[in-house]
Structures are given as structure tokens and as C-alpha cells.
């Protein structure tokens, strides 16, 4: 079975806040391995180090330990890097003109549920509630919210 992890749950599951216990249980429960693009790895290093700007974020140090766990584990085989295919774009697009009108899904929101498809995956693991919306729209299972 294959799964697409976004990037509000590989954050969760590398750093620590109000989802990062249900993140490392589902991990333990379905043993995933999941797709992971340079989109995906891009995003969550976006992500870690802007959390560092927050008043309680983390700092900069745990960002970066954060991110060489990350990249380690990509490294290791952990978690499956994929090329971003090229056809990724267009499956996006035409996940915004469908759902976009009725959800309000957002660019990025489709580009990884775009992926996803594209990737084959089989479940879509999110703690954003609107991408999970667009993930089950688009005929994925999900795992989070």
C-alpha cells in the first residue's frame, strides 16, 4: 500500500505540537512508507524554520535537528523520495476547476493531493482539514483528521 504524507503531518511528526501524538500513533498503527517529493521536502523545511519566527515556535536549533531527522530519514529509505512529475501540474489544476469552487481549496492544497494521485497513493495522511476535504473529494483515504 502506498501513502502521501502532507506537510502539516511530517511536521507534526518530527517536531512537537497538538498533533504530533496522533502522527506518531498512526505511523505505529499502519506502518506507512510514504511518497515524498522535492516539493514536499521543500515545503517542510518552509515550514520548520518559519515556526521559528513565532513567539513559542521552536527555536532555530530545533528547526534544524527537525530537518536533519527529516533528511536523514529520506536518506535511510524511510520515506520514499519521488521525482515531482511534470504531470502533476496539470492534475492540480483540474482538482482546482472541480472542487475549488464548492471547497476553496488553495494552490498547495491541490498540488499535494495532486501528488498523491499522480504518486499513486493509496492514502493521504493531513492534519489540515481543508485538504482533507480535497484529498476525500478526489477519491483518497484519509488518515489524520
Same mark, same amino acid.
Given at each position: 500500500?502506498?501513502?502521501?504524507?502532507?506537510?502539516?503531518?511530517?511536521?507534526?511528526?518530527?517536531?512537537?505540537?497538538?498533533?504530533?501524538?496522533?502522527?506518531?500513533?498512526?505511523?505505529?498503527? /499502519?506502518?506507512?512508507?510514504?511518497?515524498?517529493?522535492?516539493?514536499?521536502?521543500?515545503?517542510?523545511?518552509?515550514?520548520?524554520?518559519?515556526?521559528?519566527?513565532?513567539?513559542? &515556535?521552536?527555536?532555530?536549533?530545533?528547526?534544524?535537528?527537525?530537518?536533519?531527522?527529516?533528511?536523514?530519514?529520506?536518506?535511510? &529509505?524511510?520515506?520514499?523520495?519521488?521525482?515531482?512529475?511534470?504531470?502533476?501540474?496539470?492534475?492540480?489544476?483540474?482538482?482546482? $476547476?472541480? /472542487?475549488?469552487? *464548492?471547497?476553496?481549496? $488553495?494552490?498547495?492544497? *491541490?498540488? /499535494?493531493?495532486?501528488?498523491?494521485?499522480?504518486? *499513486?497513493?493509496?492514502?493521504?495522511?493531513?492534519?489540515?482539514?481543508?485538504?482533507?476535504?480535497?484529498? $476525500? *473529494?478526489?477519491?483518497? $483515504?484519509?488518515? &489524520?483528521?
Amino acid at each position: 500500500m502506498s501513502s502521501y504524507a502532507d506537510t502539516s503531518f511530517l511536521v507534526s511528526l518530527y517536531g512537537r505540537d497538538v498533533n504530533s501524538r496522533s502522527a506518531i500513533s498512526l505511523v505505529k498503527e /499502519h506502518r506507512p512508507v510514504f511518497k515524498v517529493t522535492p516539493f514536499g521536502e521543500t515545503e517542510f523545511t518552509s515550514i520548520v524554520f518559519a515556526v521559528t519566527a513565532r513567539p513559542k &515556535g521552536w527555536t532555530v536549533s530545533e528547526a534544524q535537528a527537525m530537518e536533519e531527522d527529516f533528511t536523514d530519514d529520506l536518506r535511510a &529509505g524511510i520515506w520514499q523520495l519521488e521525482d515531482f512529475p511534470p504531470e502533476t501540474w496539470a492534475r492540480a489544476r483540474e482538482l482546482s $476547476r472541480r /472542487h475549488a469552487p *464548492a471547497l476553496g481549496c $488553495r494552490a498547495l492544497d *491541490a498540488l /499535494h493531493v495532486a501528488s498523491a494521485l499522480v504518486l *499513486a497513493a493509496d492514502d493521504f495522511y493531513t492534519f489540515d482539514r481543508d485538504q482533507a476535504k480535497l484529498a $476525500r *473529494a478526489a477519491g483518497l $483515504r484519509v488518515l &489524520g483528521t
